[in-house]
């Protein structure tokens, strides 16, 4: 199947495109996504999001070579989806430090109370 004919398959909304780039390129892109999240379920829904995303591109534009412009959403759909995954691995752990210096300070001020009342 030539990229061209899908491309035109694009730019009439024929549904048609979705299969035909599914079936063409799946694996080209589910590989790109696999190389940056290492996680099946995660680099499966960048492969559906970049369908969806080229549906949504073409048209207006009409990519010169479609496997680097597939190729191109996809990894951007991977590397933003692992910027979230670490920002949040990150926002648990300032949460559980924060925990730990409140527990501290807890202790902290219980042992003064118990300092002061053995002083007065």
Not at 30 to 48: F, G, H, P, Q, T
Not at 75 to 102: C, P, Q, S, Y
Request: aromatic letters at 10%; hydrophobic letters at 40%; proline letters at 3%.
């Amino acid at each position: 199947m030539e990229d061209t004919y899908i491309i035109d398959l694009f730019w009439r909304r024929d549904e048609n495109a979705i299969q035909l780039v599914d079936k063409k390129y799946n694996s080209t892109c589910y590989s790109i996504a696999w190389k940056i999240l290492m996680n099946r379920e995660d680099s499966e829904e960048c492969v559906n999001d970049t369908w969806f995303a080229a549906w949504r591109y073409i048209p207006p534009q009409r990519p010169p070579k479609l496997v680097a412009f597939l190729g191109k959403i996809t990894r951007g759909f991977a590397i933003d989806m692992l910027r979230k995954k670490h920002a949040a691995k990150r926002m648990d752990m300032h949460i559980a430090n924060i925990t730990e210096e409140v527990e501290s300070l807890n202790t902290a001020r219980a042992c003064l109370k118990n300092i002061l009342n053995c002083l007065f």
